[in-house]
């Protein structure tokens, strides 16, 4: 106690100095805090657009042989036989086709047929009316689901879409609901929210395939993708027996590959940091070197007046390890902030990791204790008679 | 570890065995080839409530002498005895215990530490003693009034002229109610009435009982003291009450 209020008078009585020391480890904390947060802020925000683009999506895409097949209903079943796994599931019908509507034929709207999950799948709501339904598939229903610009440009609005008349290569359909506008900037033909969704059992007998060929499988959690695939595989191989007759791709391998890199990048960066943390560990042992020679009439008097060697080696351990403390506080405060305001300015939201505010104020209060360590042992063995003679 | 816990004002021997005993001291040097005597065979005896000033010019070993009876530094060969416990085979830290309850230093330099306050100058001895508050700050304060500086205690070394720092340091060596008082040149840096007003008091406190050994290099302050030892190279050239040492 009596050490540490000492230690604390001498860092106030020498403030330039104690700064300097500290700037070290500010620097070195700040920059390891900005790192790793950023780096991982970024990784967040990239496995978000990523989920934006569905990594928990599985696409299947098989090719049916005369003797060996799978349909929806086998897929159907499939799913129920794991459901920890897999949470939905859509055959994917790409229609090509043109829509019209009284007169007006729309080019670029996409036009497939899909399950009701679909809407899930995709993570979209509803605007106005209501998604496709078990029975629309059941009946093949001739209904459809439009974008929000689709049912706009048509229409002139979601509701009075509801209940519309629409062509698709000559079959009429129904419009029975508007998919809520997902591209907030744009509006446009081809976009976002230029499409029709009708019922795959229906898509499938106007184009007259009989089976579905792509699926879309979701896992209920992306970390279970690879998994996912493996069983989907094994599954498909069972059918098929020839890898050559199916094909299965997690969105995740993707997110996979850009996680490894991302992980490389913020080893390196650390790495650097790290570095910089070591520097600071340097700049400290050599101020408190500096300091013990600038006080050695200090020592000398101290250990005259009966300060034993365990007492002056305290003293200048712990005045080490309070400078490298308080330079890890602020440095903990200058990497917070520093991170948010990085992270705003590159639209990212960062939040300083637990764990980078931990590593950092660890390293910073060991490297103070370390590198204190030898300063402070010379101090408490210097000679108190040489120390004395001292100017 | 040598026995050191007793209290010094709780040694109570006979009158005869001295507080300080040196036999047969040497510190010898190896300056490159030439080995040099600083002290060559000093042998001396302090007794309780002795005030003895060892006289010397620069270079005759008095300083050495000085730091051997501080406990500073340790004999070459020979043996330094303070209240009976012997200083040659002493670890550092069991000498720092020594410096620390048995004597009390009063250096030249007044080697006040700047960046602290009076009173926790003379807090220090205390605070190694592992004296805790309130009680270091009470005593501080006590020796701090002894030496009339009670009111200054707040402030800083620097602030004090010469001879009220050499007061402070006065007080600061009191403070540990040490066996011996050991002035190093106490008056080297003060003009000549600050000088007998520091000597006056040093003079007083052995009136009280407390034994001083002074050093120095001025035969007129040395004549102040009851005892005179002359150093000359190393050995005890002269050794006798002040009235004779006045006389030569």
């Known amino acids: 106690m009596e050490s540490f209020k000492m230690a604390l008078r001498s860092i106030a009585g020498n403030k330039m100095r104690s700064f300097l020391t500290m700037l070290g480890i500010i620097i070195g904390v700040a920059s390891v805090i900005m790192l790793v947060s950023i780096v991982s802020g970024y990784m967040n925000s990239m496995m978000e657009s990523f989920s934006d683009m569905g990594v928990d999506q599985i696409n299947v895409s098989v090719t049916n042989t005369a003797s060996r097949t799978v349909d929806t209903d086998d897929f159907y079943e499939f799913l129920d036989e794991n459901p920890e796994t897999f949470a939905y599931l859509t055959p994917t019908a790409t229609v090509n086709g043109r829509l019209k509507y009284g007169n007006d034929t729309m080019s670029g709207t996409s036009i497939g047929g899909y399950s009701e999950d679909y809407l899930t799948i995709k993570g979209y709501e509803m605007e106005a009316g209501r998604n496709l339904s078990y029975s629309d598939m059941a009946g093949e229903k001739r209904v459809a689901v439009m974008g929000y610009y689709t049912a706009w440009y048509m229409f002139g609005s979601a509701e009075e879409a509801i209940g519309e008349k629409i062509r698709i290569n000559g079959n009429v359909f129904y419009v029975v609901g508007v998919v809520k506008r997902q591209d907030e900037d744009s509006l446009e033909e081809g976009g976002m929210d230029d499409f029709v969704w009708i019922p795959y059992s229906t898509a499938g007998k106007i184009a007259r395939t009989g089976f579905m060929s792509s699926y879309i499988i979701t896992v209920r959690d992306v970390n279970d993708a690879d998994a996912g695939v493996t069983k989907i595989e094994d599954y498909l191989y069972s059918v098929f027996k020839d890898d050559d007759l199916y094909s299965v791709y997690a969105n995740s391998e993707m997110l996979d590959q850009m996680n490894e890199m991302i992980g490389q990048l913020s080893m390196m960066l650390g790495g650097i940091a790290g570095i910089s943390l070591l520097v600071a560990g340097v700049g400290v042992m050599n101020i408190m070197l500096v300091s013990v020679t600038e006080r050695t009439r200090e020592i000398g008097i101290r250990k005259a007046l009966g300060a034993r060697r365990g007492v002056i080696m305290t003293q200048f351990v712990i005045e080490a390890a309070v400078t490298s403390t308080m330079g890890g506080i602020l440095g903990i405060i200058m990497g917070s902030v520093m991170t948010v305001l990085i992270g705003t300015a590159i639209g990212i939201t960062c939040t300083p990791t637990f764990g980078a505010v931990l590593l950092s104020f660890g390293v910073s209060v060991g490297i103070g204790l370390i590198f204190g360590y030898m300063p402070a042992n010379r101090a408490a063995r210097l000679n108190p008679i040489d120390a004395l003679r001292s100017e | ?248």
């Open chain 2, 1 to 248: 570890m040598a026995d050191i816990s007793i209290a010094p004002q709780d040694d109570i021997r006979a009158k005869d065995t001295p507080l300080i005993r040196l036999k047969e001291i040497y510190k010898i040097y190896q300056m490159g080839d030439e080995t040099v005597h600083a002290t060559d065979g000093i042998s001396l005896d302090i007794y309780r409530g002795e005030f003895v000033a060892i006289v010397g010019k620069s270079g005759s070993g008095k300083s050495t002498l000085m730091n051997i009876i501080g406990a500073l530094d340790v004999p070459t060969k020979g043996n330094y005895y303070i209240d009976g416990h012997d200083t040659s085979s002493m670890t550092d830290n069991e000498l720092a215990d020594i410096r620390n309850r048995r004597i009390g230093f009063i250096f030249q330099q007044y080697n006040l530490l700047p960046k602290l306050s009076i009173l926790e100058n003379v807090e220090l001895p205390l605070l190694y003693q592992g004296v805790k508050e309130p009680e270091r700050k009470i005593r501080a304060m006590e020796e701090l009034e002894k030496v009339g500086l009670k009111e200054k205690a707040k402030m800083r070394p620097i602030q004090l002229s010469g001879g009220q720092q050499q007061r402070v340091s006065i007080a600061r060596a009191l403070a540990s109610r040490p066996s011996l008082i050991l002035a190093d040149e106490p008056t080297g840096a003060l003009d000549s009435k600050t000088s007998r007003e520091v000597l006056d008091i040093i003079k007083k406190l052995n009136d009280e009982g407390n034994t001083i050994v002074m050093i120095t290099h001025d035969p007129t302050i040395a004549v102040r003291a009851r005892r005179v030892v002359r150093i000359i190279d190393g050995k005890v050239d002269f050794d006798g009450s002040a009235e004779e040492y006045g006389k030569l």
